[in-house]
């Protein structure tokens, strides 16, 4: 098996979802090294979601090793694996239950292994398992397993106490209900509900358990009255003794999912909570938290930060503490329908995460990866960080191993302050960023673009060359120190690289002269379409004052002395036009209007950059410089007080030229370029044929859609 893909990668009732804030947030990140992902083996295609559910925790570590339960790849039926050296995964044929489709959740304590495992309809049971170094792998103790209860569940999940007593959770008939061990770990209570003063949920809800500091929790989802709850139990108390928090409600939170983890032997009683709210489809509001995660202080307070937006449509989080670094990992699938798992960190003692989906955990070409599960236990830099998830469609499992650095340096860096992004050509795009700071040293910068990595540089700056002409990124930077420390990811706004050969594109032209009027009419070109961009250059003899027809709005106006005048105006075409438009002048002039029109330019602010020059009497008309980005057209007018032929500089296509052969002389021209790169362009000239007059040139870069 080889690698596939490698990622640089007291009670309250209702409670104000924190932000991280516009932008990409500073929050730290552990020091951990490059996530790499590796595809597994394959399920039959009859098991669905072996990898699933939220409130499941399938992976742990033992021996120097990493386990998980998966899915046999021919029977189906739910077996323990060993991760080796190679990165393949070992089954060892010790099946967690003979039931194909049946999922479990596990958890460790020394040389023993607990399994609760359940299908849709079928008993929950339990089972033990004791370690066997020499053989490398785990035996079923006899009398296992055993009923918890009866009937199926969506979800089962346990947990230990600090006594020793086994607890179970899980949801059934609108209810939440738990069990717990009495005389032995095969001897289990008579289920019961947890108590609580709304006693019903959906029937979509789901519980899941915790153990902390002298204690359990549960918590569930109550879609049905839209919050999560939590109740706690004091190890030893009598088992119906339960004390009730709500940790978040209000309309669009509840949804079923829920990862729980605590740190070990913390005296502060801190619990870690991952949920999903249903805000995709309650609110709809791109900025409204979608993935919410939670701490609970030992005194029942709770505090929260947004760990994904709508916008970023993330689903089935899971949380996993990295006690060494004092940090949390929020592992996510997105997009919702699967695709990739992302991550993102947090220190243990206040909330933060960076916006957007945070950098690829695990990733594969072609995959379509979901169900994310990990360890209960908190990990260190001997473990490192591993992880499963499947791909259903094609019925793989694939896993990411990320190390962490070792003791000594875990200050992480800061991250970079700012990322600014700028189109350079179709195909490249350059990134900068202010400099990131360390206790010790920044050394280099890791570069993302849409969540994964493209490269590193010791600069400020990096240049992608393999973007795609008429896509969207988005870029990120992360500073590493010397000692492999990585700061959170810094992401800047969204670029779009324009079409490769130029995505605007000339839709008409027209153009008329007078040789003395007080207004001049232009025709509207028949090809003109709604959204598309009408640009206008209306050239006078000396000065009067331009009206220009209703809907137009004027980008420039240049005056040469009292010779002449030039304006240049835009409009965008709606569904219904008129057939011509009508410029009128305070005093009868000799003048020339002309229209060219685009379609593929942005229809709110299609003009980038505009500039005027009034240029002294000479054969050649110079229109200045001007900003302009790739992917624009760069549109250059010339008016000049005599007729003859205007001939545009090499590189412009002319597309009108307008004369006013006798009388006061005019003769006015347009010509455009599309532009390649991004950076300033111009100044641009024009010559014309009949000799020296007095002149002006425009310049307008046009920005593209």
């Known amino acids: 098996m080889h690698p596939v893909t490698r990622t640089i990668l007291g009670t309250v009732t209702a409670v104000a979802i924190a932000s991280a804030g516009a932008g990409w947030a500073a929050a730290p990140a552990a020091a951990a090294g490059l996530p790499t992902t590796y595809a597994g083996p394959t399920f039959p295609a009859t098991v669905v979601a072996p990898s699933a559910d939220k409130q499941q925790s399938k ?341 990411a191993e990320m190390p962490l650095a070792p003791a000594g340096d875990h200050q992480p860096p800061t991250n970079p302050a700012s990322v600014t992004s700028t189109v350079m050509s179709a195909t490249s795009v350059q990134s900068s960023w202010p400099a990131g700071t360390d206790d010790v040293k920044v050394v280099s910068y890791d570069v993302y673009r849409d969540g994964d990595p493209i490269g590193t540089t010791t600069s400020l700056s990096y240049t992608d060359t393999t973007a795609v002409g008429g896509t969207t990124y988005r870029y990120g930077v992360r500073s590493v120190d010397a000692a492999g420390n990585v700061s959170s990811l810094r992401q800047g706004a969204p670029v779009t690289t324009p079409k490769v050969g130029g995505s605007v594109v000339v839709h008409g032209t027209a153009k008329a002269a007078t040789a003395g009027a007080t207004g001049i009419t232009v025709i509207r070109p028949t090809t003109v379409v709604a959204n598309d961009i009408m640009v206008v250059a209306v050239t006078v003899r000396t000065l009067p004052t331009l009206t220009a027809p209703s809907g137009w709005t004027r980008v420039v106006q240049t005056d040469n002395g009292t010779a002449l005048r030039q304006a240049v105006y835009w409009k965008k075409a709606g569904a219904s036009e008129p057939a011509s438009y009508r410029w009128t002048f305070s005093a009868s002039r000799a003048g020339t209007v002309q229209l060219v029109a685009y379609k593929g330019l942005s229809t709110t602010a299609p003009v980038r950059a505009a500039a005027g020059k009034a240029n002294a009497s000479s054969a050649t008309s110079t229109a200045p410089a001007v900003a302009s980005a790739a992917g624009d057209r760069v549109l250059t007018v010339f008016g000049t007080a005599r007729t003859g032929a205007i001939t545009p500089m090499a590189g412009l296509t002319e597309r009108t030229e307008a004369t006013v052969p006798t009388g006061t002389t005019l003769t006015a021209e347009t010509s455009d370029k599309q532009i390649a790169t991004t950076g300033g362009v111009g100044p641009f000239t024009a010559t014309t044929s009949t000799g020296a007059a007095v002149s002006i040139g425009h310049t307008l870069s046009l920005r593209w859609a």
């Open 59 to 399: 992976v742990w570590r033992a021996d120097g090793a990493w386990w998980a339960v998966m899915a046999d790849t021919a029977t189906g039926t739910p077996t323990i694996h060993e991760l080796l050296g190679d990165h393949t995964w070992r089954d060892t044929g010790i099946a967690i239950d003979t039931r194909a489709n049946s999922t479990a959740d596990v958890e460790t304590i020394g040389t023993t292994l607990y399994a609760a495992s359940r299908t849709a309809t079928g008993d929950l049971l339990f089972s033990r398992f004791t370690y066997s170094a020499g053989s490398r792998t785990y035996v079923k103790d006899s009398g296992y397993p055993v009923t918890i209860a009866s009937g199926g569940t969506e979800s089962l999940s346990i947990a230990r106490d600090s006594a020793g007593t086994m607890w179970a959770t899980w949801t059934k008939s609108s209810r939440v209900l738990y069990a717990y061990t009495t005389s032995s770990d095969a001897a289990w209570s008579v289920p019961d509900f947890v108590p609580s003063t709304d006693t019903t949920v959906a029937a979509d809800d789901v519980s899941g358990i915790v153990a902390f500091n002298g204690h359990v929790g549960i918590m569930w989802s109550d879609q049905q009255s839209s919050a999560f709850r939590f109740a706690v139990h004091t190890d030893g108390q009598a088992a119906g003794t339960w004390a009730t928090e709500t940790p978040l409600s209000g309309t669009g939170i509840a949804d079923d999912h829920i990862s729980l983890k605590a740190v070990t032997n913390d005296s502060l009683g801190r619990v870690f909570v991952a949920l999903k709210t249903s805000n995709d489809v309650v609110t709809k509001v791109p900025t409204d938290p979608l993935v919410v995660v939670l701490k609970r202080e030992s005194n029942g307070t709770w505090q929260t930060a947004t760990g994904a937006t709508v916008a970023d449509g993330a689903t089935r989080p899971q949380v996993v503490i990295d006690s060494e670094h004092s940090l949390l990992y929020l592992l996510m699938t997105a997009p919702v329908s699967g695709g990739a798992i992302y991550y993102k960190t947090s220190p243990l003692a206040s909330l933060t995460f960076g916006g957007g989906r945070g950098a690829v955990f695990m990733k594969a070409s072609g995959a379509k990866l979901n169900n994310i599960s990990t360890t209960k236990d908190p990990v260190a830099s001997p473990s490192g960080l591993v992880a499963i998830a499947a791909d259903d469609t094609a019925h793989r499992y694939y896993h």
